[in-house]
């Protein structure tokens, strides 16, 4: 027995993917990919350590520096995703359209926050001996650098996607997050690590509260 379709009845409506659900795809999947990266050097760290629980030898060795970078990393990105639906209701209200420059302005911190993460988390094969403090300062001026390219898009969002005038709060603390992380990109000095990772953590831990909801447009629901 099947069932035969009556082609009488109406057809359905044909599903249109909205524009921003088009443009949203690529730094979705950046997002997701940083993410999963993420997850996925914890979830190795924890297998190591129980291997060697009863060991003397530890073939990861933390740094409390390099993991912190992590963390704000991760901070960056999910508040670049959270906050990419609030910039989608901005254009829509003032009825602005794509075009390619704003659309790869608006790639550009995933890009980078992936980049970081990459470079940032060393590639592990099994039960290789890891120092990430060293592995930290080897990279750290091309870490610090796509951190800064991040802050540097931030700014441009804030002039030229949301149109807030250079004397502004909101492009005035852009820039000067963008000054405190360049001197960055060029110092290997532990002292000055040290310090600037709890300014870079702190930062990224105070935009938490001040976008900590997220509303939709009431035409939508």
């Given at each position: 027995m099947y069932c035969k379709r009556n082609f009488n009845e109406t057809p359905l409506p044909p599903i249109h993917m909205d524009l921003f659900e088009h443009l949203s795809l690529i730094p979705f999947l950046l997002v997701a990919l940083g993410l999963i990266k993420i997850i996925s050097v914890i979830a190795h760290y924890i297998e190591i350590s129980n291997k060697y629980r009863e060991s003397e030898i530890k073939p990861i060795k933390l740094y409390w520096v390099h993991s912190l970078f992590i963390f704000a990393t991760f901070i960056a990105l999910l508040?670049?995703?959270?906050?990419?639906?609030?910039?989608?209701?901005?254009?829509?209200?003032?009825?602005?359209?794509?075009?390619?420059?704003?659309?790869?302005?608006?790639?550009?911190?995933?890009?980078?926050?992936?980049l970081s993460l990459e470079i940032a988390i060393p590639e592990m094969k099994n039960d290789d001996p890891i120092d990430m403090k060293e592995h930290y300062y080897n990279n750290s001026n091309e870490m610090w650098a796509t951190v800064s390219?991040?802050?540097?898009?931030?700014?441009?969002?804030?002039?030229?996607l949301y149109g807030n005038p250079v004397i502004s709060r909101a492009t005035?603390?852009?820039?000067?997050?963008?000054?405190?992380?360049?001197?960055?990109?060029?110092?290997?000095?532990?002292?000055v690590h040290r310090i600037m990772i709890v300014v870079f953590v702190i930062t990224m831990l105070i935009g938490v509260p001040e976008n900590w909801e997220l509303q939709m447009d009431a035409s939508l629901v």
């Open positions: 508040l670049y995703w959270w906050n990419s639906y609030q910039f989608n209701d901005y254009r829509e209200e003032k009825n602005l359209t794509w075009n390619m420059a704003e659309y790869f302005l608006y790639m550009l911190p995933g890009i980078f926050l992936y390219f991040v802050a540097m898009t931030s700014v441009l969002f804030s002039l030229f005035l603390s852009r820039v000067a997050l963008l000054l405190l992380l360049i001197p960055m990109c060029f110092t290997r000095k532990e002292k």
